[in-house]
């Protein structure tokens, strides 16, 4: 019987919520990691069973776990799939080194800094696992300070694409709030040599030879915070979402602005419609209806949580501008969490199920598109991350 | 035998439980000492010193006999009873939160 899998990464560790394809009952497992923020944990689509995990604290910096048997048992990458009983786990999966070669054509040692001077590229952590369609064992990984690696041997080595930082506008990206991440890697189901990523703050990029070289994609953009608004980059891209029938057709959620492109980036148009703010970290597509789109407005850039006090899904069936709330089931009053950006996932059942999390440590399951909503969990740690797999 | 001390989170990254004992070539240095932790356990690799510069994560302390030996070169002797084993070398996690 098919049926579901939630990946839930925390603050403070990892959790699996699994159902049947009902999705009214559920099965929660976890702790794993404890004690550690879990920025990210995905599924393979070419392997339901391999799952990925970013691991990452500030005083011991990244490890990388990886699962061969859909998250009963993990090991960092580079050694024995399974722990042998008594003897410790291997691996240099947590090794991201900057390509400052110059074989790689442009090394790049700078970005901006808050205050605008230059300072020097820093890893700090992996914010986004990203399988690839096909291979299980290749994964790219958008970290902190901003950039894109790759691995082919599941995890075990990894390898940054430096076309991306050396394309030539990185000395003008600039940290957000949350540092100077890339944290949506979007990969293209038509053309595997077509990857889209977003980073807080420099804007969307898109690369057509599989990582090799990139180009800004922000024309339409407008941010305020820089000192030219529509700048070639600079701007505060919260994610980035489609479909995969129209892979040509993206929304963003924007630092402000809900976005839209119908020419795979290369100009984007506002479709934040009547929404109460366009503020808001994350976006979704509907996985059978390639014109149906869900965010949760946040207030503001200064106060992360939702307006009056009500958590609200707001869900478009036009591709923008119209949007209606979803409330059913959500709470509607003293309600003051947020909704990070990698914080939503949808599955493929019919009708499709939409999942999100929240600061406050609930995840929230919709078994009917969103018409109407219940916790799953109401209690974990504040929730980082949520993606879920249709499992056959 | 040198016995180390790691914090809660590496213990369970490690997968060992109380102290770890190593055998440690050498003087007896704390550069001597986590190249041994390392290459018994590999997973460490990173999380206490930086992989390519060693340099030590800037939240994380080193003490042994009472005394804060953080700032003491890499290749600095460390204390004879730590040598001897008869006291631990601590691989502290900075009070910053958690």
Redesign the interface.
Known sequence: MSGVRVLVGTHKGAFILASDAKRSRWDVSGPL????EIYHMKGSRADPNRLYASQT???????IQRSCDGGKTWD?P??ALT?EPGK?????S??F?YDTSPASGKPLTTHQWYDGTQHPWEFKRVWHLEPSLTDPDAVYAGVEDAALFQTRDGGKTWRELAGLRGHGTGPQWQPGAGGMCLHTVVLDPSNPRRIYVAISAAGAFRSDDAGQTWKPINRGLRSQYIPNPTAEVGHCVHRIALHPSRPNVLFMQKHWDVMRTDDAGDSWREVSGNLPTDFGFVIDVHPHEPETVYVVPIKSDAEHFPPDGKLRVYRSRTSGNEWEALTKGLPQRDCFVNVLRDAMAVDSLEPSGVYFGTTGGQVYASANAGDSWEPIVRDLPAVLSVEVQTLP | MIRVVLPPHLRALARVHGEVTLDVPGPVTRGSVLDALEGRYPVLRGTIRDHVTEQRRPFLRFFACARDLTHEPPDAALPDAVASGTEPFLVIGAIAGG
């Open positions: 990691f404890a004690g550690w604290s500030g005083w011991f910096g990244q490890i960092t580079g050694g722990i410790p786990p291997a691996g240099e947590n090794k080194v």
